[in-house]
C-alpha cells in the first residue's frame, strides 16, 4: 500500500528542525522522507523539487509496515500562505482517512 506522511516538522531555518528529523529517524519505527525538505505543499513558492505529486509520494517508497508513523519536514511551510490548507485538504494516504490534519511545530 502506497504511504504519506502522518506528520510534518514545522519550524524556522536554524532552530533544529534538522536534528529533530534526524532524532525521529533513528528510531526504528518513525520513517522520515529523504531528502528532509521536499516542500510539496508550499505551491506558493519556488523551494523544493517534488511539486508532482506522484515524485512527492516516491520519496516514501521505503516505509514498511515496521514504521508506524511517516513524516517529513520542510521549514518553508511556516512562511507559506497556502502550505496548511494545502495539507489539511490532502487527501492522507496512510490510511485512506479524508484529511492529514497532525502537524507538529519545532
Excluded at 534538522?18 to 519505527?29: D, F, I, Q, V
Aim: one cysteine or more.
Amino acid at each position: 500500500m502506497a504511504r504519506g506522511p502522518d506528520f510534518f516538522i514545522l519550524g524556522a531555518p536554524k532552530c533544529e528542525t534538522t536534528a529533530m528529523a534526524a532524532y525521529l529517524s533513528a528510531r526504528p519505527e518513525v520513517f522520515m522522507s529523504q531528502p528532509k525538505e521536499p516542500h510539496h505543499y508550499n505551491t506558493d513558492h519556488r523551494h523544493g523539487e517534488y511539486k508532482d505529486r506522484q515524485r512527492y509520494l516516491e520519496l516514501f517508497s521505503g516505509a514498511s509496515d515496521e514504521h508506524k508513523i511517516v513524516g517529513e519536514a520542510s521549514v518553508w511551510y511556516l512562511y507559506s500562505e497556502v502550505a496548511g490548507k494545502n495539507i489539511i485538504r490532502a487527501p492522507r494516504i496512510s490510511d485512506g482517512s479524508d484529511s492529514l490534519v497532525e502537524l507538529v511545530s519545532a
